[in-house]
């Protein structure tokens, strides 16, 4: 079995978690062990230096340098065997595939470092659940009360439950300055760390 046959089967047996689709001049790349979804370009592949980009037929045709000490830039190359080789430059048609067709070389290294800075955001972000955090209850006069993330109703905003009468809060951020401004806190360090956990939701 070759690289990337390997590691889309370990992929999909659960082992690396998921990871995001990739916008690359308006071109979706979902991650390798991903199903494809409609209008998808195709998938990528993380590397230690890059970033392998492959068609909906998951067969490898660009890759991306991302080490800025190589310089970033985009790089055509094709599967021979069950190896991947690598061109010095990318080709015409592999440029009009990716979008990059006539532009600098500084919009070029611009473009590489959105596409590291799309997966570094997505590495960074916090795992929240199961997450609890304390904040004022609507159902209880608005008492300081422990709350518990029970689901996710859309992207960004989380849904807690009070631990104590089961009140459901969808997105701490959404209520956070009623909260903070009515709520019953026992200390203004509490206070602030609501305020300071809320803005993670926001």
């Known amino acids: 079995m070759d690289e990337c046959a390997r590691t889309a089967t370990q992929q999909k047996a659960g082992i690396g978690g998921p990871s995001p689709a990739l ?5 979706q790349y979902g991650a390798l062990q991903a199903e494809p979804v409609g209008g998808q370009a195709g998938f990528y592949q993380r590397r230690p230096n890059g970033i392998l980009l492959l068609g909906i037929d998951r ?3 660009a890759f991306v340098v991302t080490d800025e000490r190589q310089g970033q830039f985009f790089v055509s ?5 069950s190896e991947i080789r690598y061109m010095f430059s990318t080709t015409s048609a592999d440029e009009q595939r990716l ?13 590489v470092r959105s596409l590291v800075h799309q997966l570094a955001a997505e590495t960074t972000r916090v795992d929240t659940r199961g997450a609890t955090i304390t904040m004022a209850c609507a159902d209880e006069d608005f008492a300081e009360r422990e709350f518990t993330q029970v689901a996710v109703s859309e992207p960004g905003k989380p849904d807690f439950a009070c631990k104590h009468c089961g009140w459901l809060q969808s997105s701490t951020a959404a209520g956070a300055a009623e909260l903070l401004e009515r709520g019953t806190w026992h200390s203004e360090t509490g206070r602030a760390a609501f305020a300071a956990k809320a803005a993670k939701y926001a």
Request: negative net charge; aromatic residues 8%.
């Open 23 to 27: 916008d690359l001049n308006g071109r």
């Open 59 to 61: 067969q490898p045709f």
């Open 77 to 81: 190359c094709f599967k021979h065997g």
């Open 99 to 111: 979008g990059i067709a006539g532009i600098s070389m500084a919009s070029e290294a611009e473009l």
